[in-house]
């Protein structure tokens, strides 16, 4: 697979991810305040997810340096931790419902994330 398709195929799976986890989390965050909390973790969870997938491809099994595609997964798991301690006073200032936003930005980061090695297999 060609890099910019794989990266494609990687968006659109992500997206249908985290609109599917958007449904269900809707059911229980259901103000107005909430939903658009949703929505701001969802394009950040998704850009930050194209841009790991991004940084991990190249070390995908059977290319790169032994140890690469760990370090390189390791590397994005700290970037999504750095996002989600960053994400949380930012989200307090734009007065964004708190518990809606850092709930599903983690739970957009976790979908997304156990996709990647089921993806990072099938580009081979």
Known sequence: MKATRALGFFAGVSAALIVTATIILRTYFRTVEQHNAMLVSAGLAFAVQLGSYALLRPARPGHGAPGELLLRWGVGAVLRFFVLVLYAPLARIFNLSLDAA??????????TMMAEPLLLEYDR
């Open 102 to 111: 850092l709930v599903s930005l983690v739970t957009f980061f976790f979908m």
